[in-house]
């Protein structure tokens, strides 16, 4: 997906490209390969910080915030994302697709429960369902 997004000039380009890279770290992440899912979520918010006002920036933040949290066990990029998704401030936050809320909330409750955050872990699921997320049957979280 990314290389294909790098192939077009369609105007939410940015937007796919960070997608990509958020994905990609997910991915990454859920297979314990952390060096590439450091890598990806770390390219993804250098190439926000470049583009602040760019669609779906400040979901994608946070996304790749708490997939940072996650995989290097920081507490300092887990209390970024939280401050970022409580302030809704400096970075454009509308839809976009897997850039809302349900999604936000799950990378939130990933990085929390790695960090052993359990109340919090719990609180953003709670906040995913009620945004109108149903976890699959026999997924991992």
């Not at 990933?110 to 997320?133: E, S, V």
């Amino acid at each position: 997906a990314l290389e294909e997004v790098e192939r077009t000039d369609f105007m939410y380009r940015d937007t796919q490209r960070v997608v990509a890279l958020v994905t990609l770290g997910r991915v990454a992440a859920a297979e314990v390969d952390l060096e590439a899912a450091r890598a990806a979520f770390q390219q993804a918010l250098a190439h926000i910080k470049g583009r602040p006002r760019m669609t779906a920036g400040g979901p994608l933040t946070i996304q790749a915030l708490a997939g940072l949290a996650e995989v290097n066990n920081d507490t300092k990029a887990y209390g970024d994302a939280c401050l970022l998704n409580d302030r809704r401030s400096q970075f454009n936050f509308n839809w976009f697709p897997l850039c809302d809320e349900t999604m936000t909330c799950i990378d939130l409750s990933r990085a929390a429960k790695a960090l052993g955050k359990t109340q919090d872990a719990q609180a953003f699921l709670d906040r995913a369902r009620a945004a109108g997320w149903v976890q699959a049957k026999g997924a991992n979280w």
